[in-house]
DNA sequence: TGGGCTACCATGGGCTACTATGGGCGTCAA
DNA sequence: TTGACGCCCATAGTAGCCCATGGTAGCCCA
């Protein structure tokens, strides 16, 4: 099962390098990809990241749109040119850049959050709040569904 | 039969960890999936714990609604964010987070419910009550059934 | 039908490997 | 030369692995 699940909070230590969870690395290793792709999630106040399946279903939605438009160009350059790949170290730690810790207001501590095919990593007490309001909606999600549809 | 099935309850040991109960543990044997999927119960103050087939299930429900959707990134975070993969020992143990056991005021015991292709835990009193609830109105439910059809 | 035996299960505890984290040192580049 | 980064080693805590034990439920046999 190759998927990014369950959520852990991991510091920083005095060379700002930050260990990824052994589980997501193992998923990553698992992807092939020797490395971890990063950008900043587009409507949330975190980052995305992931390994050649992450960067795979991104190449799958520029290509969704015309060659040349301008909604295409708009998107590459707003998904691939604000993100880094960064190599993870023999420990399975990283430095994550200035630009992102500061974008997160990451401190010392930071919550990387398993999405399925990618993970994200937030601000631990920004993340806890937006899980709570998503449960929320999800809440209410669930029960259109139940209704319309069956199962759960 | 592949169900989850009855119900049980087991104590934590001194180091946390608490036992599956053994029909359960044939279920997810037969699943294939080698460890425990478990996340909060979006509606109950329980876990929701299965295999395989529970993961593929939540797949499908967030396949089924649009790529990059508001809908679909709140369903994602709320379902695989805050769910856990747990590893059986090889007598079939695990060790459930802090943030489980809190959320559900577990404290040394714990009451396994089959759910068919689920099961989940509860506090074992508070389930006690929830099951005399579900069975007032479950004996409504039937009563209004047993109006309209014949039978029992 | 009753008694004894056995296999399974929940639980306990020791030990080890792994993980997250800390810190030193060399190298490369500004 | 100095700072930053990559590589290496050290360490505490913990999660997983293995073996032990007591109780019980099911089974067999008389």
Redesign the interface.
């Given at each position: 099962?190759d998927?990014?699940?369950?959520?852990f909070v991991n510091r920083f230590d005095a060379k700002g390098r930050i260990s990824a969870p052994a589980?997501f690395r193992a998923v990553l290793a698992k992807d092939g990809f020797d490395g971890l792709f990063i950008q900043p999630a587009l409507?949330?106040p975190a980052l995305d990241c992931g390994g050649k399946a992450l960067v795979k279903e991104i190449e799958a939605?520029l290509d969704s749109l015309p060659p040349y438009s301008r909604e295409r160009e708009d998107l590459a350059t707003a998904l691939f040119g604000a993100s880094e790949v960064l190599r993870l170290d023999s420990e399975g730690r990283f430095l994550l850049g200035e630009r992102f810790r500061a974008a997160l207001d990451l401190t010392d501590e930071a919550a990387f959050?398993?999405?399925?095919h990618k993970f994200?990593i937030w601000e631990p007490r920004r993340?806890a709040a937006?899980?709570e309001?998503?449960?929320t909606?999800?809440?209410g999600?669930?029960a259109r569904?139940g209704v319309k549809g069956q199962?759960?």
């Open positions: 099962m998927l990014f699940l369950s959520h589980p409507d949330a939605l959050v398993g999405c399925g994200q993340f937006h899980l309001e998503a449960k909606r999800a809440r999600l669930k569904i199962r759960e």
